[in-house]
């Protein structure tokens, strides 16, 4: 009897509201993620920043996630951050609307490379952007470039290897792209202006990732002051290629004239000259520390695995046979290395050279029942799915024949070059600037590792042990 009566009390009394509550929090989440924000404006900022240093942030990653779960705040560069990870968590954020996520960079980012730049512009203004870049990067355009790249590397080589016998590779292959950048986009020669873009464009990028406190001998106030002479050189580089293409230069000569030259209504300029220097300087950032690491984790890779190097070297060693001496390898060339983009694509996988990156919510936006303020960070990162074995079976194994067949990598899993409205535009580049160099690398030289100890710390970009000191054995040209 007493039960009769205490139970529909005790039914009505407590459990009816919980399930109410429970009901409640599915259709409208008010539930913030768990986690802690930290010390206001730090919070753990220096704690990511120290991990990715010390070569933990997987582990920072992994802790992190092993004590919170997929999803999980924190604060980070001053910012209430969300941190979200694993595949479904890539798809939320490479999928979602523009007009509720936009892309978000750190306040160092933004004031380092001018609010112009593709990575803060948002709907029309991004596509037009990016459609413009489109029109140098496509395939089609990069077709005939191929020769001029080749002509880089050729010189790099003769100038910093050819009679070497010892060289660090990770600082050659930042030369090597930021000449191919300075050559294909800019058009500026070899010689001292490029010498001084290098200086200052180097000092620019080397604060962009801190914490954003602009006072004297901080490594923030030496990036911003480059930031400024490197946007002067480049004003007076758009002040020449204009009155170039007005004595009927041609418009595709490197990307810079074909900005200019792209013109909308009226026969306006489409492209700003704000937005060509702001874009010409992410390019400049965005195109060669990527690539650079690639490479440069190719070169240890091939020195680490002789199967690997002699399947690279049979497969490019059979092109160099087709090509006369002297002449430059093709477009139909480089689509025959299929094996050595497959080590590029493994190479990527295991050490993506971006850690992950930051979009902001523009409105409320609920994920996997937690609400994510308007105006929070979203920070996704690249190697919890490339590092998961559910996805890529025993995942910490090198192994090229996983991408064999590209269907088999599910979407949103790999995802080095980022995806879907955002997805890195300089994928065709950055493969073509690799093939040909790790062509001409393999058929000139073999090497061996100066230090084996596999390491590498995140600056914020991957940077092995020492540079990656190598010595070098020249093969005898035919
Ligand atoms: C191995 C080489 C490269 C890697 C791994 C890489 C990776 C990425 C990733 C992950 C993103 C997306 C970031 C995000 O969604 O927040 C991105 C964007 C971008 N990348 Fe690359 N990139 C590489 C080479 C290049 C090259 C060679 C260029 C130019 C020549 C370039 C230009 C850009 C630009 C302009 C964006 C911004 C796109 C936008 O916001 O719409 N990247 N890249």
New binding site residues.
Partial sequence: MIMIIIFPLLFSLFLLPLLFLLIARRKAPERLPPGSLGIPFIGQSFSLLWAMRANTAEKWMADRARKYGPVSKLSLFGKPTVFIYGQAANRFVFSTDSSKMS?QQTDSVRMILGDRC??ELVGED?QRI?SA?ASF?KPDSLKNYVGKMEEEVRMHLQMHWHGQTNVTVMPLMKKLTFNIICSLLFGVERGARRDMFVLYFQEMIDGMWSIPVDLPFTRFNRSLKASVKVQKMLKDLIYEKRAQLASGAPSHQDLITCLLSIRGEGDQQLVSDDEIIHNVM??MV??HD??SV?ITFMVRVLANDPDIYAAVLREQEEIKKSVSTGDFLTWEDLGKMKYTWRVAMET?RAF???FG?FRKTLEDIEYQGYLIPKGWQIFWVTGMTHMDDSIFPEASKFDPARFENPASVPPYCYI???GGA?????YE??KIETLVTIHYLVTRFTWKLCCNDNCFRRDPMPVPTRGLPIQIFPKKLL
């Fill in positions: 892309n593709l990575l991004h990016r870049l990067l992410l390019i965005a195109g990527t690539s690639l990527l993506p050279p971006l990156g080095p070059f980022g955002r997805i890195c535009p300089g580049f950055a």
